[in-house]
């Protein structure tokens, strides 16, 4: 009986580790090089309709990143609304996917040798 309940014990916290891992993980980033970019267009509207017959909007934007050594790399991001010029973001990018998650920084955030490449 006590192997039984130690048995369901360590059960209920390995499902409800991964249950924490799932909602507070971004896997998109597990793995990604991280880039700095500086939004200054609109992104090019791009408009479809989804398999369910609903309509969408994606916005893409090409541009120049920098990674914490100012390396420079050609990134293509695809977002659902359109970015705020003048915003500065970390993205992440993975070789064999592209950019696969990313979020606005503060331009104090930013690395100085990216920084410099994005002024």
């Not at 369901?8 to 916290?13: A, D, H, K, R």
């Not at 980033?29 to 267009?41: Q, S």
């Not at 950019?99 to 490449?117: H, I, L, N, R």
Request: no cysteine.
């Amino acid at each position: 009986m006590k192997k039984l309940m130690v048995a369901l014990i360590v059960i209920i916290i390995i499902i409800g580790g991964a249950v924490l891992a799932m909602r507070f993980v971004n896997f998109n980033r597990i793995g990604a090089d991280t880039y700095y970019v500086k939004i200054t267009t609109d992104g090019k509207v791009t408009k479809g309709q989804a398999s369910d017959g609903t309509n969408y909007t994606d916005y893409n934007y090409d541009f120049q990143g920098y990674n914490e050594e100012g390396e420079e790399k050609q990134l293509n991001l695809i977002a659902q609304k359109n970015l705020r010029k003048g915003a500065y973001l970390e993205v992440f990018v993975k070789e064999d996917k592209g950019v696969t998650s990313y979020e606005e920084v503060k331009q104090a955030d930013v690395p100085k040798k990216a920084a410099d490449k994005l002024k």
